[in-house]
Nanobody, 115 residues
Framework: QVQLVESGGGLVQAGGSLRLSCVASGSTFSMNVFGWYRQAPGKQRELVGTITSGGSTSYADAVRGRFTISRDNAKKMTFLQMNSLKLEDTAVYYC?????????WGQGTQVTVSS
């Protein structure tokens, strides 16, 4: 059983920064690909970016250049550094991973960007 717990969300003004964390338990963490997703009210969940076991990252066009994903295998954590936040970045942010033949999701953390 894999458990993912996100934290670090909150209220921030446009142009500000936040750093989200996701801690994993029960996973073969260092071998896993992790993804960060977000879901805004009334919209479908969308991919923000991913990080491979080797640390390679990829990002959605909407966040490339502003967001950075990293990982700490020793702590079994992955991070989403969000800079230059925009109103449209307001969403619940989730991390996920695939293991044991299925996807696992955290409970999400709310990010609200105000003007």
């Amino acid at each position: 059983q894999v458990q993912l717990v996100e934290s670090g969300g909150g209220l921030v003004q446009a142009g500000g920064s936040l750093r989200l964390s996701c801690v994993a338990s029960g996973s073969t963490f260092s071998m896993n690909v992790f993804g960060w997703y977000r879901q805004a009210p009334g919209k479908q969940r969308e991919l923000v970016g991913t990080i491979t076991s080797g640390g390679s990252t990829s990002y959605a066009d909407a966040v490339r250049g502003r967001f950075t994903i990293s990982r700490d295998n020793a702590k079994k954590m992955t991070f989403l550094q969000m800079n230059s936040l925009k109103l449209e970045d307001t969403a619940v942010y989730y991390c996920n991973t695939f293991q044991y033949g299925r996807f696992y999701w955290g409970q999400g953390t709310q990010v609200t960007v105000s003007s």
